[in-house]
T-cell receptor, first 110, second 112 residues
């Protein structure tokens, strides 16, 4: 089992560019999550998907969109990147309350 | 909504000594309290968790205690080793939606 995988590992964007962060899990979990992690602020939930076909906003959804493509995959899209979106992004999945995390994507927006 | 506060933000202990990290939560409906360890450049990894029907749980050198009345829970690491150096996060959730609310993290430094 690979667990939760994320691509890419690193990305540099210019302000205004768009990109999609990919996440996949092979644990047959129903729920998937996208977080961002900034220094000194812990993890903040961007969007989550409780099951295939559903998505909901988390604490900091502005500037992001998500797609739950199927049970395995949950993508995060930045339509017009801003410097404030410079962060490390983590995807996670869970069946109930225990969440399992991917290795993260380090995104820099110039 | 739920709020989780974590202290201290940085903790430095001598190798072999014990380390204690404390968290408080605000929502009395919270019933699940995990602790995650994050090593540099990696995603958080669950190390231990506790549910509200239990007061203490132990796994080798790590233990977690929960005081529901006071709404706080703590992580205890005994006989600390260099590989314990990492950032530790506490979190809380309720069974109504399973969303985790996170503390800000504690950087644990083990001095040789």
């Amino acid at each position: 089992n690979a667990g939760v995988t994320q691509t890419p590992k690193f990305q540099v964007l210019k302000t205004g560019q768009s990109m999609t962060l990919q996440c996949a899990q092979d644990m047959n979990h129903n729920s998937m999550y996208w977080y961002r992690q900034d220094p000194g602020m812990g993890l903040r939930l961007i969007y989550y998907s409780a099951s295939e076909g559903t998505t909901d906003k988390g604490e900091v959804p502005n500037g992001y969109n998500v797609s739950r493509l199927n049970k395995r995959e949950f993508s995060l899209r930045l339509e017009s990147a801003a410097p404030s979106q410079t962060s490390v992004y983590f995807c996670a999945s869970s069946e109930a309350d225990t969440q399992y995390f991917g290795p993260g994507t380090r995104l820099t927006v110039l | 909504g739920e709020n989780v506060e974590q202290h201290p933000s940085t903790l430095s202990v001598q190798e072999g000594d014990s380390a204690v990290i404390k968290c408080t939560y605000s929502d009395s409906a919270s019933n699940y309290f995990p602790w995650y360890k994050q090593e540099l450049g990696k995603g958080p990894q669950l190390i231990i968790d506790i549910r509200s029907n239990v007061g203490e749980k132990k796994d080798q050198r790590i233990a977690v205690t929960l005081n529901k009345t006071a709404k706080h829970f703590s992580l205890h690491i005994t006989e600390t080793q260099p590989e314990d150096s990492a950032v530790y996060f506490c979190a809380a959730s309720s069974s109504s939606n399973y969303q985790l609310i996170w503390g800000a993290g504690t950087k644990l430094i083990i001095k040789p």
